[in-house]
């Protein structure tokens, strides 16, 4: 009965003071683990009003931190590109720099003694090096992706399957399968240039053209082949110049070089490498055509979105002009044949100044006229003497008659006939001279008697090549506005990379910026005051030790403790 007594007086007051302890125990323990969180609170409920700002603000900040690492990506890969290019102008100056160290373009009118003559197997060597350097940077990777192949990032940009430059040139002999020398067919539509014969890539497989291909002509070089395809535009992308193979299904092979495409289906070909006859040795009817080219990549020029509302061209390939043209000049220099001994007994050897407008009688080729240049011819009684001599060489003479004693005399062989007869152009003076050699004047000749004396053929080299590929390489260098090439260089690239690369950094720059001002805003809804929650986790306690203290006087009173004072 007094338990009854007890209890009855004491029960609301009770009830009240647990009541409020358990609240202060929930705010001290919110306070607490905001304290520990520096966070409101632990999800969005317990900042319900701002929930929606919130969402909105986390997920632009994830937007800005994702293009700030696709960003970072980038800077990474241009830098790995500006390398590269670096690398390759500084190749290109090297190889320009050793062309123009040669007498080859010093001396007047590029007469070369032996020893000179020998420097252009050392620069060919050196071609090859450079050309060997630039294909490894331009199949620089970064996160295992190619840089310079376009969409085809798994493939390698340049292709260059020699080892050494005796391969090379087993390859393009400079004869029979010539370096591409030009990117562009003027006889085809533009959209074919763009690729052209030394970026071309194009693969014929029987099911893709309507067998059989029509071989006809030949023997090369005095009738070309030709190999004729249905439906008529299927070679419109192997312009003139290109390098193709040809396969069919039995594995017979062969390359050739194009040397003419008219856009009519049919392409005039050189004599085959291993001297196979595509009229007589293929089974026309599954035959592969295909081209053969540095550039292993596509044409997709990849774009890098840096944010919302901008995008950046990383279109630069290994197929770009300014790399072409590179790669194309080396290519050119590297080939076989630039120099060649023909040293031969030529018997005797006449040399005449040929009247302006003079012709051969059998000039090959045929339309040959003296009337378009200063010049004079050569023969020997030896027939087929000059066999070993292609027009549009430079050939060195040396004798110890007349006035060769002071010197090699060089000759550019603009044509020859069926009967030994070498057509020439003295390369001594700005107007030719031909008292080098004791003529006097216009159809007057010196005979020099081999048999006597130490008269040889020394050696024939191109020297039009040699121009070529420095023309090619300063437009590599410094595109010419007057070149007919196309209008990139190795300059402008890395401007363009340099570019690409002060983009980045700024957009890198102006995303860490912009992605701190967001982790603010949401600071201000997630954060805490921890002041604040320092201060009133310390009241929470005050209250709650005042609420046990209550709590336990309250607990002792009774009727019968009250009865009894």
Avoid: C
């Avoid at 040293?343 to 006229?369: Q, S, V, Y």
């Avoid at 007919?484 to 402008?492: F, L, N, V």
């Amino acid at each position: 009965m007094l338990s009854m007594i007890s209890r009855v007086g004491t029960f609301a007051q009770r009830s009240s003071l647990v009541q409020q302890m358990t609240t202060l125990q929930q705010r001290m323990y919110e306070s607490q683990t905001q304290l520990v969180t520096e966070k409101k609170s632990q999800d969005y409920t317990g900042i319900s009003s701002a929930s929606f700002r919130l969402v909105s603000v986390e997920t632009e900040l994830s937007g800005v931190q994702r293009f700030r690492q696709t960003n970072a990506i980038a800077e990474t890969r241009l830098s790995v590109m500006n390398t590269a290019v670096t690398g390759i102008k500084d190749s290109l100056h090297s190889m320009r720099d050793q062309i123009n160290s040669l007498d080859v373009l010093s001396i007047k009118n590029n007469v070369l003694n032996g020893d000179e003559l020998d420097k252009l197997e050392s620069l060919q060597q050196f071609a090859f090096g450079r050309l060997q350097e630039i294909s490894s940077l331009l199949n620089s990777k970064a996160d295992d992706d190619y840089l310079f192949s376009g969409g085809r990032t798994d493939r390698t940009s340049a292709k260059l399957p020699f080892g050494s430059l005796k391969e090379f040139q087993d390859f393009y002999d400079g004869t029979t399968i010539t370096y591409p020398g030009s990117r562009i067919n003027d006889t085809l539509p533009s959209a074919s240039q763009a690729r052209g014969a030394h970026v071309a890539n194009v693969e014929l497989k029987p099911a893709e053209y309507t067998p059989p291909l029509v071989a006809g002509g030949g023997p090369p070089p005095a009738t070309p082949y030709t190999l004729t395809i249905n439906p008529v535009t299927a070679f419109d992308n192997i312009p003139a110049g290109s390098t193709i193979r040809l396969t069919d299904g039995n594995d017979v092979t062969d390359v050739y070089t194009v040397l003419s495409n008219a856009g009519a289906g049919t392409l005039e070909l050189s004599g085959g490498q291993n001297g196979k006859d595509p009229t007589a040795d293929f089974d026309l009817a599954s035959v592969t055509v295909e081209t053969i080219t540095y550039y292993g990549g596509d044409d997709l020029e990849l774009e890098h979105r840096i944010s919302e509302q901008r995008t950046l061209e990383l279109g630069i390939n290994a197929k770009d002009p300014a790399f072409e043209k590179a790669i194309r000049a080396l290519g050119i220099l590297a080939q076989g044949s630039l120099t060649h001994d023909v040293t031969a007994n030529l018997g005797t050897l006449t040399f005449d100044e040929a009247p302006p407008g003079a012709l051969l009688a059998n000039p090959d080729p045929p339309t040959l006229a003296l009337g378009d240049i200063t010049g004079g011819w050569v023969q020997s009684d030896q027939l087929n003497a000059f066999d070993d001599i292609q027009v549009g060489e430079t050939v060195s003479f040396s004798s110890d008659r007349n006035n060769f004693e002071n010197g090699d005399k060089a000759f550019k062989v603009v044509g020859k006939d069926n009967d030994g007869v070498g057509v020439s152009r003295l390369y001594f003076e700005a107007v030719p001279d031909y008292d080098v050699v004791d003529i006097a004047g216009t159809g007057t000749t010196e005979t020099l008697d081999t048999t006597t004396d130490a008269q040889v053929f020394t050696r024939a080299f191109k020297p039009d090549r040699i121009r070529d590929a420095l023309a090619l390489l300063n437009d590599a260098i410094n595109h010419n506005a007057t070149s007919s090439e196309m209008s990139s260089d190795i300059e402008e690239i890395s401007q363009r990379i340099g570019y690409m690369q002060i983009t980045v950094d700024t957009a890198l720059e102006n995303s860490l910026g912009y992605e701190t001002f967001l982790e603010n805003r949401i600071g201000a809804f997630e954060n805490v005051n921890t002041m604040v929650a320092a201060a009133r986790l310390q009241d929470d306690v005050r209250a709650l030790e005042v609420s046990y203290q209550s709590y336990a006087r309250v607990s002792q009173l009774s009727l019968q403790n009250y009865l009894a004072l």
